[in-house]
């Protein structure tokens, strides 16, 4: 061999080793803890749909793509500009955007630094980094009640004699889901942690949702779920601090985003979202592709937030009440959501409040009727004791969807209805 031939060997060699690494997608530069603690905003800007080419993972397959480094560059010239300090980023090509999470300069405040990031003219938009949280909370840690107010409010053992939910895939987007209960064992098809930085144990909240939904029948222990023969996405987006109760549980826009966004990419039927915060755009607009997938999004109800809080007061999301509201509150449903009985990490079940609960209850009720029915919106598969709200006869439901069939507790003038 030659020393040409030696070299360009060599060459080619290096090239090998080297080509990987140009391929793989450049990681953000650690940032101080002290940029990460201070309030934060989204920076949206726009991809390029052309260069756009379907991955297995959120880069969306276009780590190679020329454009990235200009929208980091761009990225990057904001943050300078805007006194802000660049913390990460997150591409969604789903919505077409890159999002970067920038922390704003001490002293400033995220709404503020936001709305005049959003006027910068190579921006799609910049909203805060919106705090949400759970809407629910302990009762008193007795036994297990033998019963569930859904087994006499619902008559769960007539709703099973029509549908449990068998295959349908429901999205708890909440914190993290014991799998190992043994009322959810099995019943997890997927788990995924929106929220890495926090401590990797199972917590209360998204336990307790996720019992009410979908916790095994027939098992010999605890409760039965609403659906328990749903299939579970323990998606999670929210974190409780050590030794707080689960209205201590949080969560934030971008974890809530990419929660989301793995639901609608996983074709999830129903999304269980019970929570409540401020009005937000980027979640805004990804509620908006899952509606227009037919997918059923469900929410908690909050009494001291205008129109019930955000997501519920979305258009098309399905907003549930712990208790009955004034009239003048149209659209909003109330199912069971006092003294529940529920799954809680470590194998335990005790009681919970909530209108948290009360979504699950109504997640697991849709999860039934999508068992074998289309959905055709909530105004026309719920039945209730008033126009678009109010209380659910739940068996009602399931007679007018199914028929013809019998469900001794669905009202006379349902079962009346259908026979004419």
Not at 210 to 238: E, S, T, Y
Not at 272 to 278: D, I, R, V, W
Not at 401 to 417: E, R
Request: some cysteine; overall charge positive; proline content about 8%.
């Amino acid at each position: 061999m030659t020393w040409r031939a030696c070299k360009v060997g060599a060459l080619a060699f290096l090239a090998a080793l080297l080509l990987p690494l140009c391929l793989t997608p450049a990681r953000s530069q650690p940032v101080a803890d002290e940029a990460v603690a201070r309030p934060q905003i989204l920076v949206l800007l726009r991809l390029a749909p052309q260069r756009y080419r379907p991955g297995s993972n959120y880069a969306g397959g276009y780590g190679a793509d020329q454009l990235r480094g200009a929208r980091e560059r761009l990225a990057k010239r904001v943050a300078r500009t805007h006194n802000l300090t660049l913390v990460d980023q997150w591409p969604m090509p789903l919505l077409g955007l890159d999002c970067f999470i920038m922390a704003v300069a001490p002293g400033d405040t995220a709404e503020a630094a936001a709305a005049e990031v959003s006027r910068d003219a190579g921006v799609a938009f910049s909203q805060p980094m919106n705090q949400f949280r759970a809407q629910g909370y302990t009762g008193a840690a007795d036994p297990l009640l033998p019963t569930q107010p859904a087994l006499r409010q619902w008559r769960l053992n007539d709703l099973h004699q029509i549908a449990t939910g068998r295959g349908v895939r429901v999205a708890v987007i909440d914190s993290k889901v014991d799998s190992r209960h043994p009322d959810l064992l099995g019943q997890v098809v997927a788990a995924e942690d929106f929220v890495p930085a926090h401590p990797d144990s199972a917590e209360t909240h998204g336990t307790g949702v996720a019992g009410i939904i979908a916790a095994k029948a027939d098992n010999g222990v605890g409760i039965a779920g609403v659906a328990p023969q749903a299939r579970l996405l323990a998606l999670r987006a929210c974190w409780q601090a050590p030794g707080a109760a689960p209205s201590g549980t949080i969560c934030n826009s971008l974890s809530l985003a990419k929660a989301l966004y793995y639901a609608i990419e996983h074709n999830a039927q129903v999304i269980n979202l019970s929570l409540s915060g401020p009005s937000d755009p980027l979640l805004n607009r990804l509620l908006d592709i899952g509606l227009a997938r037919r997918m059923v999004i469900v929410a908690a109800y909050d009494r001291d937030l205008p129109g019930g809080g955000f997501p519920a007061s979305v258009r098309g999301v399905v907003a549930v009440s712990d208790g009955p509201l004034a009239a003048s509150a149209g659209g909003i449903y109330n199912a069971p959501g006092r003294d529940i009985p529920t799954t809680q990490p470590g194998g335990r079940w005790y009681l919970v409040n909530g209108s948290s609960f009360s979504a699950a209850h109504v997640s697991g009720l849709v999860a039934l009727l999508r068992q074998r029915a289309a959905w055709p919106g909530p105004a026309a598969a719920i039945v209730s004791d008033r126009p678009g709200g109010g209380s659910i006869d739940a068996c009602a439901t399931l007679v007018r969807a199914f028929g013809p069939c019998d469900c001794a507790c669905a009202s006379p003038a349902v079962v009346a209805d259908r026979r004419h």
